[in-house]
Every structure is written in structure tokens, then in C-alpha cells.
């Protein structure tokens, strides 16, 4: 693990807290709650990654994670699954979006390439069928910005907002203009 010392107290009891719950989650897939949760949280694993990979300095559960995403998954799936599949809460970019997001920032930050290469199918095809459903330029969701502060599900705003903005940014998993890098 990485360290951070500060001036300020509360900003190291933020980095202990959060590094405290980084280490929680890390058991085997990202959740949310790791004790009870056995279903792959892939939202919350995209927000977490970065803060992840800055205080781990390292790589071990990525590749592990995109092994069990390329092998359990289909075009039109949410992975992992503990079975329930991607039906109910499905298209949910803000969620499959993941997959792109952690394998563009492990080729980043560490350039490594070799989950591009082999993941590199499925991924594309994974986006192919994010793409597809667009409407009017527009991502199609079930979820939007899920359980925002104030209110129990869905947001009352347009959920097409983060669901565009997760899936625009997903096409460039590798370099600016979508292409592989090697």
C-alpha cells in the first residue's frame, strides 16, 4: 500500500477510512458490501478504481476481475452474476462500462497491454451492443445515477445524462481515437 501524511487530520482519517474500505471490498470481485454481497457491483467498482489504484500500487486483482468478466459474460450481459443476470436492471452502461474503464487505465497508467490484447473481443463487442441500442444519440437505461443522495432508487432526473456519459467515454479504451495501441 501507498502512503499519505498530511497537515490536516481529517484528510488522514479520510485516506485510513478509505483505505479501510478499499481492503474490505477486495475479496475476489469489487461490491459494495463484501460480507453479504456476492454479486459484482461494476458501478461501484469504476468509481473505486481510481482510488484503488493509488493507494495499492498494484495490479494483482485487475486481471483476475477481467478474467472472471471476459469468461462470464455475453454482449448483453452485467458480470459477474451470481445468476440473476442482466435482465431486470438492464442496459445499464453506467454499470458494463467498467469494463473498458479498468482496462484502459491499467494500459494508462501501468502500460500494460496484455488485458487489451486478450480481452480485446470481447470488449469490443460488449460496446458494439451498448452502441447499437443508442436513441437519438442517446444511451438507453434502466438505472441513471442509482439511490442518489435523497432518494431511494432511480433519480427523478433523466437517467440518459450518466448513461451517455459512461458509454462516450468507453469507446476509447486504449488510445484517443478508439484504435489499439500496438
Aim: proline share 9%; glycine share 10%; net charge neutral.
Amino acid at each position: 500500500m501507498s502512503e499519505f501524511h498530511c497537515s490536516e487530520p481529517f484528510y488522514e482519517r479520510l485516506d485510513k477510512a478509505m483505505r479501510r474500505t478499499i481492503l474490505n471490498n477486495l475479496h475476489g470481485i469489487p461490491t459494495d458490501t463484501a460480507m453479504y454481497e456476492k454479486n459484482g457491483w461494476t458501478g461501484d467498482a469504476q468509481l473505486g478504481h481510481p482510488s484503488w489504484r493509488m493507494r495499492s500500487r498494484s495490479t494483482a486483482s485487475c486481471p483476475g476481475d477481467s478474467a472472471t468478466s471476459r469468461t462470464a459474460s455475453s454482449p448483453t450481459a452485467i458480470f459477474p452474476s451470481g445468476g440473476w443476470g442482466y435482465n431486470e436492471l438492464g442496459p445499464s452502461p453506467e454499470w458494463t462500462t467498467v469494463y473498458p474503464f479498468v482496462i484502459r487505465e491499467m494500459y494508462r497508467v501501468y502500460g500494460d497491454d496484455h488485458l487489451a490484447r486478450i480481452h480485446w473481443t470481447m470488449l469490443t463487442r460488449s460496446l458494439g451492443w451498448d452502441l447499437s441500442r443508442l436513441c437519438d444519440g442517446l444511451a438507453v437505461t434502466a438505472l441513471g445515477d442509482f439511490l442518489p443522495p435523497g432518494y431511494g432508487g432511480i433519480p427523478p432526473e433523466d437517467t440518459r445524462l450518466t448513461a451517455t456519459a459512461c458509454l462516450y467515454r468507453a469507446p476509447h479504451p486504449l488510445r484517443g481515437d478508439g484504435r489499439r495501441p500496438w
